[in-house]
């Protein structure tokens, strides 16, 4: 079945130390990847995206994420957290251009 | 600002009652996509329309759910004889031609009680 994958439920990193978030999707075919980023109170913000090419993307708020196909992966790296940072993030997967599923989410706090 | 607004914010109902929530995407959102999402979870798909038609629903939108697109513009979704069980944020979102990145509205709250 089609499904999506966040291993980690929280993540605590301190400011400034490197963060990387994991996603894992199963299917056929190489979807179209995704990473959101949800504050409280907001609406879902597109970080970046992968469709094809470079499998390393850069995204907004110096975030990146690297496409592995043999790993099925789509993790999202960032080298120095800042406060800000704190929130959840969903991996997101469209599957056939038409339906985007999510993963369940790893909230992210970030020590002084 | 994403370009698509949902109202109300926030709605809290009693059980039974029906409510209706609003999505405003822009005018270049030729698809639109309802989901939910509970507490510590991930937005879950309910339904999505190319236009006006409603292409694909699912099997989480029960036959109490309804969700319409009169004209390939605004969306409503409907919800009859509410249950607790759909306590939940709605979250709409407008996609561009055949870019599939998603623009999400802030969403609306619902809390029945």
């Known amino acids: 079945a089609q499904s999506v994958t966040q291993p980690d439920i929280h993540i605590t990193v301190s400011e400034g130390a490197s963060l990387e978030l994991r996603c894992n999707y199963s299917?056929?075919?190489?979807?179209?990847l995704f990473w959101y980023v949800q504050s409280p109170g907001q609406g879902l913000q597109l970080l970046l995206k992968?469709?094809?090419?470079?499998?390393l993307v850069q995204g907004i708020k110096g975030f990146e994420a690297e496409f592995k196909r043999s790993q099925s992966s789509f993790n999202l790296r960032k080298p120095s957290v800042h406060w800000s940072d704190a929130a959840e993030y969903f991996c997101?997967?469209?599957?056939?251009?038409?339906?985007?599923?999510f993963g369940a989410g790893t909230r992210l706090t970030v020590k002084p | 600002d994403t370009g698509v607004s949902q109202n109300p914010r926030h709605k809290i109902t009693k059980r039974g009652q029906n409510v209706t929530f609003r999505c405003d995407p822009i005018?270049?959102?030729?698809?639109l996509y309802w989901y939910r999402q509970t507490l510590g979870q991930g937005p879950e798909f309910l339904t999505y329309?190319?236009?006006?038609?409603?292409?694909?629903k699912s099997r989480l939108l029960s036959d109490r759910f309804s969700a319409e697109r009169p004209k390939g513009s605004f969306s409503t979704l409907e919800i009859q004889r509410t249950e607790q069980g759909d306590s939940a944020m709605y979250l709409c979102?407008?996609?561009?031609?055949?870019?599939?990145?998603?623009?999400f509205g802030q969403g609306t709250r619902l809390t029945v009680v």
């Open positions: 997101a997967v469209a599957f056939n251009n038409n339906d985007m599923r």
């Open positions: 299917y056929g075919a190489t979807p179209y």
């Open positions: 992968y469709f094809s090419g470079d499998t």
């Open positions: 005018s270049e959102h030729n698809r």
């Open positions: 329309f190319q236009n006006e038609a409603q292409l694909e």
């Open positions: 979102a407008g996609v561009r031609g055949q870019n599939t990145e998603a623009f």
